[in-house]
């Protein structure tokens, strides 16, 4: 098993790192106070992984330098305290022995899973070839999406919702995408399979929250007073720390718990009931809302529906492409309005895309509508630029 060598100063970040290690970590931590005396004893320690507090590049490139002279591989992990400029830190992360840690957005399970892919650097492989899938799901996150999400190559789209009452912008899904540097903007669903299998989705999600939340003032300012749609996947659920992270992104980064929804899909509902419970109600009393996430195409308990604090059923794509003329999907849709209202929740159609699907959804006294009738997925500054022109228009 690899030894943690905590390099810092800061007394408060060596406990830090005890709490996050104990009781899963049975190997070694040792801490050192400065680069001096880490050197003395680094090339005795089994299998060194380096936690570096840093704060400045060249000063980092030049302990390292000075470190890996002394051992090698070295891994190291940089702690970084506030959000960093990924552009200064470029050249060092480019390295696959550098990694990053935001230690606001940390907890166990986020330090569990990059001590794991650090691991993967004193494995001698048996073939030159790369691992297949399978392995590196089992041993660590895919290096590639992991070093975009280091490198901020992920970007948030938001697709608003309209109030059929109304007929304002009454909220948005934000919904993420990959800028990859060679293939372009990617969708989701050529990158989301992956995270999910891996676990990469926690801390992808944790950063969606961060990014919402720091969009949230500017959309406020264009005049939305609604809520920001997050997905939720059921992997997060597994996450013991998934509520007392997102407590504490909202703390640190000053977000309106009011201004926030989470979407869940009925396949986190079906997971571990009573870890999914206590977590919805705990973010519920700080007035966070969550909606059911395509509902009808899974398997939702009646009973759990009544007795969580979700406030809002979004209707499948699937069952509106089918409406008006199909008669099985028209009846599906109907069922869930009405059961939505006699369960005092609101209901959104999601996949609006014709004027006969919104008629339809409007007869049949639908709250709120999301779709390619509206707008697509566009991104931030894109979605700024809508709201201000509605607001302008409902004004006159």
């Known amino acids: 098993m690899p030894t943690l060598v905590l390099v810092s100063s800061s007394p408060s970040l060596e406990a830090c790192w005890q709490d996050w290690l104990y009781p899963w970590w049975q190997g070694q931590l040792h801490c050192f106070d400065s680069i001096k005396s880490t050197v003395s004893v680094l090339q005795h320690l089994h299998q060194p ?176 007073e609604g809520r920001i749609g997050i997905n939720l996947s059921f992997r997060q659920f597994q996450d013991t720390y998934l509520a007392s992270t997102i407590e504490r992104l909202l703390d640190e980064h000053n977000m309106s718990s009011q201004a926030m929804e989470f979407e869940l899909t009925e396949t986190a509902l079906c997971n571990d009931e009573e870890h999914v419970r206590n977590t919805i109600e705990q973010l519920s009393r700080r007035g966070v809302e969550f909606s059911l996430d395509d509902f009808g195409t899974g398997y939702s308990s009646f009973s759990l529906l009544q007795k969580l604090p979700i406030t809002t059923l979004k209707i499948d794509k699937s069952f509106v492409d089918g409406i008006p003329g199909n008669p099985d999907d028209e009846e599906i849709v109907r069922a869930i309005i009405n059961l939505a209202h006699n369960l005092n929740k609101q209901v959104i159609a999601e996949g609006v895309e014709t004027r006969a699907q919104l008629e339809f959804l409007i007869r049949h006294d639908c709250d709120q509508v999301q779709g390619f009738f509206f707008s697509r997925p566009v991104p931030l500054d894109q979605f700024l630029t809508l709201v201000s022109r509605r607001q302008k228009q409902s004004s006159l």
């Open 49 to 224: 992984i380096l936690l570096l507090d840093v704060s400045d590049p060249e000063q980092t490139k030049t302990d390292l330098e000075q470190l890996r002279t002394h051992q090698s591989p070295l891994p190291a992990v940089f702690l970084f305290k506030d959000t960093p400029d990924l552009d200064a830190w470029e050249e060092l992360l480019d390295n696959p022995l550098n990694d990053y840690l935001q230690l606001c957005g940390s907890n166990p399970d986020t330090v569990r899973r990059i001590i794991r892919y650090c691991s993967l650097h004193f494995r001698t492989p048996a073939k030159p070839e790369p691992a297949p899938l399978t392995d590196q799901v089992l041993s660590g996150y895919d290096p590639e999406l992991w070093r975009a999400l280091q490198k901020e190559e992920f970007e948030l789209f938001y697709q608003p919702r309209i109030d059929l009452r109304q007929g304002e912008i009454c909220g948005a899904e934000a919904l993420i995408r990959w800028r990859h540097p060679e293939k372009g903007l990617q969708s989701p669903d050529t990158f989301i399979p992956q995270c999910e299998a891996s676990g990469l989705i926690v801390p992808m999600g944790y950063w969606i929250i961060q990014e919402a939340g720091r969009a949230l003032p500017a959309i406020q300012e264009a005049g939305m």
